[in-house]
């Protein structure tokens, strides 16, 4: 009786307040990600170990799903499939996850976020390179793309190249807290100040590069493959296939594979749990209900959070070129935004135009001579 009542006040909720909640829930369910994936590094777990435990949890929680919603949806598999899928694996979740450790373990938690909000940047500048996308410069969505892509280039060079002074340091009794032993054992930031900050930049923009790459190889993949779960699983199996031959061949401590405490198992069992199954759930929810330009707004509220939770729970400094860095990339990030909105926005006016019944010709008003200039924006084209 509970259940149901419960079930009938959320569905009685709108839906916009659903999706916003649902959005604000990711971000943070995100945010401790890059916590717990620092206290993992910070308790010893190998890095090599920590990818092949977290893709296993996540291929369990996918498969039942990909197999029976997409039962009658999914294609025969044939070995050109399988060729994508690999190489899906490779550049997605080999490149991408250990990039992320490598460079998370030479930085902190907050700017390994700021840096992944330049990912829609740097997407667009692929999609246009291979000729998925155009750049239409006479156009101010094609120039915001530009500016916006242009923004992240800049924040990613500052935060890499310079580190600044520092402009906030927790207080004493803060880093007495995270240094303390605790479930997590010792939070602290530990010696990554003794460690390169610049190489954990180019790792990170690895990456970024790297998300980048699988999101517009997906693109054609899901045209002759249109079974998103499927290909998800698909790619984490050949993912954890690749983590697991370089973890056998590179990772010859045997106890790596062991876990030492509880912290040990909870980072692994939340990095697939909750950052690799319930938010993939709730991400597909979003962008089937509001758009992927509604999910990406919220990117940058993702960074706020991490700021706060790993300044409490690690002890974690800012420093002004991390700052002037990630607010260089958020404006560009949502610079791209506002251009592929705007563009999605002109696609529809040409459309509903082109469509007009029997084309009947109409007085040119200045708007309609704005529009009718304007090219026309193929549909295979917005969904990068």
């Keep these: 009786m509970a259940e149901s009542g419960s079930k009938r006040m959320w569905c009685s909720v709108p839906e916009r307040l659903q999706l916003h909640v649902a959005m604000l829930a990711l971000q943070f369910g995100y945010a401790g990600f890059h916590v717990v994936s620092r206290a993992a590094l910070n308790m010893g777990i190998s890095k090599l170990v920590f990818p092949v435990y977290r893709n296993i949890i996540a291929l369990l929680l996918l498969l039942p799903f990909a197999y029976f919603i997409e039962k009658k949806d999914r294609p025969a598999l044939n070995w050109n499939f399988v060729f994508h899928f690999f190489l899906l694996a490779l550049i997605g979740i080999t490149a991408n996850q250990g990039f992320y450790l490598l460079g998370l373990d030479n930085t902190s938690p907050t700017f390994a976020s700021a840096i992944q909000n330049s990912v829609p940047a740097i997407t667009f500048l692929m999609a246009a ?44 009794h803060l880093q007495n807290t995270s240094s303390s032993t605790s479930l997590f054992g010792s939070l602290g930031l530990g010696d990554a100040n003794g460690k390169s900050w610049a190489l954990g930049c180019i790792y990170l923009i690895g990456h970024c590069l790297s998300w980048s790459g699988w999101l517009v190889m997906q693109a054609p993949v899901l045209k002759k493959y249109p079974a998103r779960l499927s290909v ?4 984490c199996f050949f993912g954890l296939i690749q983590f697991l031959v370089i973890a056998l061949i590179f990772e010859r401590d045997a106890q790596a594979w062991v876990f030492h405490s509880g912290g040990e198992a909870f980072t692994i069992l939340y990095a697939g749990v909750v950052a690799s199954g319930i938010a993939f759930a709730v991400q597909i929810w979003c962008i089937d209900r509001g758009g992927p330009v509604f999910v990406a707004v919220y990117q940058p509220v993702q960074t706020l ?17 991390g700052i002037i860095g990630a607010v260089l990339i958020v404006v560009g990030l949502y610079l791209v935004l506002w251009g592929k909105s705007e563009e999605k926005k002109l696609a529809k006016e040409q459309l509903a135009i082109v469509s007009a019944p029997e084309h009947v010709p109409r007085p040119i008003t200045s708007h309609s001579k704005t529009s009718l200039t304007q090219p026309l924006i193929p549909s295979s084209n917005e969904n990068v």
Excluded: H
Excluded at 139 to 163: M, N, S
Excluded at 232 to 235: A, D, E, N, P, Q
């Design 129 to 172: 390179i291979f000729g998925i996308e155009k750049v239409r410069w006479n156009r101010r969505d094609g120039l915001a793309k530009v500016a916006g892509t242009l923004f992240c280039v800049a924040g990613a060079t500052v935060i890499t190249l310079y580190q600044g002074p520092t402009i906030y340091r927790p207080a004493p």
């Design 232 to 235: 998800t699983s698909y790619t």
């Design 305 to 321: 959070v991490v700021a706060i939770m790993s300044s409490i729970a690690l002890g974690e400094e800012f420093y002004l070129g």
